[in-house]
Every structure is written in C-alpha cells, then in structure tokens.
C-alpha cells in the first residue's frame, strides 16, 4: 500500500482508535506455488496492548492448511470511503473540470503471524474476549470448555491469534491539498450527503484541525511501500 507523507496517521493513536471501531476485514494468506492467496472475511477483537488480534473460523475452512503451512498473514480493514469528483479538487487557478477525481478512505493493514489454536480451554478464553469486545453489554452465557451451552460446538471452530509485527495505516482524505480546497471538499461532502460521506468529512476535518496538511516523514508506524 503506497503512503505518502500526507495520508500517514497523526500518531499510533489515530490508526488504533479508527481499528478498535472496524473490527471486520479481510485476512489474506499466500496460496500455494501456482495458486491466488486465500481471502477471509472476517470478524476480529484487536487488542493494541497485547499488539494481536483474534478470531476464529469454521474448522472445515480451507484456508487452515495455508496459514499451517504459510504463517505470515495480513489482515487488511478498509473503511469510511467514498468517491470525489474532481471539480471538487481543482484549485482556485484551475478550471473546474481540470480537477483530478480521486477517492478517500482510511485503511489499516497488520502483518501478522498467525497461531492456530486448538486447545479447547484456550479457544474458549478467546471467543469469550471477542464476544465481550462484540457485546459489551453482555446477554450470553459464558464461553467455558466443557459446559453448557457452547462448550460442545467449540470442536467445531479452532481459533486464531494473530500477533502482530508490523502496521501500514493510511487517511487519504486530501492532505495534499490547499486549505481552500479542503474547504471546498468538505461543503460538498456535506451537500451531498451520501454513503460514507459523512464519515469521510469527519475524517477531513479531524485531519485538517490537527495540521495534517504539511508532510510528516518518518510519522506513526506507517511503511511507505
């Protein structure tokens, strides 16, 4: 993912805080010689202090084999996205329909090594981290091994934890731009109100107030590649 000096997060913060609220994505893993990678949607609890992620799938899943025989995975998130025409970013000496389209989203992407997990008092201590993470509010029975009533269906899942090496997070929202043209941006957003606007707008703004225009080389975890 390539990420210029503008996109980079403000800080770890940024990029944290953004993936403990998007919690689904998608975990590639390299096929065989030969063979595309695998793709899994899913849903994971990321946990910034233990620097990991965890998850679990159907035991039938054809992807055990690959992560078995091939670790290393990335678990990539994207979100808050939306389409920018390219009126709206041509500045203020450029005619209207020299403007570049373009388009903003936020990503993350952790570079993991994945540890399948088996053990059914261990798998039972993640599922129950995720479900506290998925409802905190609570309304299930406990995740115990053994018991009633999910104890007898966790032979039927194995579990996933995904230690985390390395994070590639982007917020192209614009940086790159002149002030008055984020301006000019971030009205028309609001005019137009539709899918993902308004989160897009969020970000822009946030990013603008906190002086994300200028380059911040070497800022937060980022890799450039």
């Known amino acids: 993912m390539l990420i210029h000096p503008w996109d980079a997060p403000t800080d770890d913060a940024e990029w944290q805080e ?15 010689p030969g063979e595309p990678p695998w793709v899994q949607p899913l849903h994971f609890a990321y946990d910034p202090a233990r620097r990991e992620a ?26 808050d996205y939306t389409f920018i025409p390219g009126p709206w970013q041509a500045e203020e000496d450029t005619p209207p329909e020299h403007g570049v389209p373009t388009s ?43 018991q009633a009533p999910y104890g007898r269906l966790l032979s039927g899942i194995r579990g996933l934890r995904l230690e985390v090496h390395e994070v590639r997070a ?6 790159k731009r002149s002030e008055s043209v ?37 800022n937060g975890p980022a890799a450039r590649t």
């Open 18 to 32: 953004w993936l403990t609220a998007h919690d689904f994505g998608q975990l590639a893993v390299n096929g065989s």
């Open 54 to 79: 965890v998850a679990h799938l159907a035991r039938p899943n054809p992807i055990w084999p690959a992560l078995q025989e091939r670790p290393t995975a990335l678990l990539s998130v994207v979100d």
């Open 104 to 146: 903003f989203y936020a990503a993350v992407q952790l570079v993991c090594t994945a540890h399948i997990v088996d053990d059914p008092e261990v798998k039972a201590e993640l599922l129950q981290r995720q479900t506290t993470h998925f409802q905190p509010e609570g309304g299930s029975a406990p995740v115990v091994a053994g």
């Open 170 to 175: 982007k917020f192209k929202y614009g940086g």
């Open 182 to 218: 984020q301006h000019r941006i971030s009205d028309r957003l609001a005019e137009r109100d539709g899918p993902g606007d308004a989160a897009a707008r969020r970000h822009q703004q946030r990013r603008l107030a906190a002086g994300a225009l200028t380059s911040r080389p070497g």
